[in-house]
Nanobody, 117 residues
Framework: QVQLVESGGGLAQPGGSLRLSCQAS????????MKWYRQAPRKEREFVAS?????IYKDSVKGRFTISRDNGKSTVYLQMNSLKPEDTAAYYC?????????????WGQGTQVTVSS
């Protein structure tokens, strides 16, 4: 079955860095669009970044976050630099693809990122 397992979250100081990883299995990773979302307390889940043939970022993370993927390892990464307190949230990995007219959409369990001094 499809599994997405995030790791790498934790506590970082403002201005610091963290690297999130999402290990995928159970589907053809190389042909899927991989995304990162985040959800802060009392807020809706929001898009952060995606990678397929191109990369797309939420405006507020452009220049600070970098999404990348290693198809050989079926893993997507989110390098987060210059972290701000407002980046504090649970970060979720998402896999999305279309097969014969059906869209498939799966989520990981999330990893917590806390930015605080």
């Amino acid at each position: 079955q499809v599994q997405l397992v995030e790791s790498g979250g934790g506590l970082a100081q403002p201005g610091g860095s963290l690297r999130l990883s999402c290990q995928a299995s159970g589907f053809t990773f190389s042909t899927s669009t991989m995304k990162w979302y985040r959800q802060a307390p009392r807020k809706e889940r929001e898009f952060v970044a995606s990678i397929s043939g191109i990369t797309i970022y939420k405006d507020s993370v452009k220049g600070r976050f970098t999404i990348s993927r290693d198809n050989g390892k079926s893993t997507v990464y989110l390098q987060m630099n210059s972290l701000k307190p407002e980046d504090t949230a649970a970060y979720y990995c998402n896999a999305n693809w279309n097969w014969l007219g059906t869209t498939y959409d799966y989520w990981g369990q999330g990893t917590q990122v806390t930015v605080s001094s």
